[in-house]
């Protein structure tokens, strides 16, 4: 079991950048495949990105490739989102969640479901 503590959330502005982090607990953080989700107000949860659990593999949803960048460093047990060129429509509480490696059938995964630990999340707001 792991869980999941989300930081670096905040108000900004357009244009601007912030750093997400993610730590986990326990000792086994890279058996796990971690992904970055976000919420808006009234909608549903929506994927961002997600990295496997060596980090040798990366993925990103179509609005944020190029400006976000996911990364992980095992050592430390933490995940981070680097979000850069921030855009209103980013604003939203961003979770991550943690999938088992060895349950899973392959490392990317973009669907909440997917996923079996979730942080409590942490809100970005981007003024305009």
């Known amino acids: 079991q792991v869980q999941l503590v989300e930081s670096g959330g905040g108000l900004v502005q357009t244009g601007d950048s912030l750093r997400l982090s993610c730590a986990a607990s326990?000792?086994?953080?890279?058996?796990?495949?971690m992904g970055w989700f976000r919420q808006a107000p009234g909608k549903e949860r929506v994927f961002v990105a997600a990295?496997?659990?060596?980090?040798?593999?990366?993925y990103y949803a179509d609005p944020v490739k190029g400006r976000f960048t996911i990364s992980r460093d095992n050592a430390k047990n933490t995940v981070y989102l680097q979000m850069n060129s921030l855009k209103p429509e980013d604003t939203a509480v961003y979770y991550c969640?943690?999938?088992?490696?060895?349950?899973?059938?392959?490392?990317?995964?973009?669907?909440?479901?997917?996923?079996?630990?979730w942080g409590q999340g942490t809100q970005v707001t981007v003024s305009s």
């Open positions: 326990g000792r086994t953080f890279s058996s796990y495949h």
């Open positions: 990295i496997s659990s060596s980090g040798n593999a990366r």
């Open positions: 969640a943690a999938n088992l490696a060895a349950s899973s059938g392959s490392w990317l995964q973009t669907r909440p479901y997917e996923y079996d630990y």
